[in-house]
């Protein structure tokens, strides 16, 4: 059974640090692209990282520079590094399975994902 599980959210102050994890089961996280979205309340999911297989990544504008996607093979386990949060980056952030090794197109649109985790909660506020 494929499934994902996110962890590692909660509240961090504003130009702190917080790093998520996404745990997979059922399969190998390195045969497939993977995506880190964040959805707020009231809004769209929203794309902010894909890794594809061979670790070509994308980032959305609005979290490059301050956010790092990384993997980790032998622990089947994916990460993503919160530098210098702000406010508007508080939301559930969900990490989802590509159909293939690489990143869809657009690989910010969570349709071209198949597999979620049930998310994790990330509040920026001091």
């Given at each position: 059974?494929?499934?994902?599980?996110?962890?590692?959210?909660?509240?961090?102050?504003?130009?702190?640090?917080?790093?998520?994890?996404?745990?997979?089961?059922?399969?190998?996280?390195?045969?497939?692209?993977?995506?880190?979205?964040?959805?707020?309340?009231g809004?769209?999911?929203?794309?902010?990282?894909?890794?594809?297989?061979?670790?070509?990544?994308?980032?959305?504008?609005?979290?490059?520079?301050?956010?790092?996607?990384?993997?980790?093979?032998?622990?089947?386990?994916?990460?993503?590094?919160?530098?210098n949060?702000?406010?508007?980056?508080?939301?559930?952030?969900?990490?989802?399975?590509?159909?293939?090794?690489?990143?869809?197109a657009?690989?910010?649109?969570?349709?071209?994902?198949?597999?979620?985790?049930?998310?994790?909660?990330?509040?920026?506020?001091?």
């Open positions: 059974q494929v499934q994902l599980v996110e962890s590692g959210g909660g509240l961090v102050q504003p130009g702190g640090s917080l790093r998520l994890s996404c745990s997979a089961s059922g399969f190998a996280l390195d045969d497939y692209a993977i995506g880190w979205f964040r959805q707020a309340p809004k769209e999911r929203e794309g902010l990282s894909c890794m594809a297989v061979g670790s070509r990544s994308y980032y959305a504008d609005s979290v490059k520079g301050r956010f790092t996607f990384s993997r980790d093979n032998a622990k089947n386990t994916i990460y993503l590094q919160l530098n949060p702000e406010p508007g980056d508080s939301g559930v952030y969900y990490c989802g399975r590509a159909f293939g090794t690489g990143c869809p657009p690989w910010y649109s969570h349709r071209w994902y198949n597999s979620w985790g049930q998310g994790t909660q990330v509040t920026v506020s001091s």
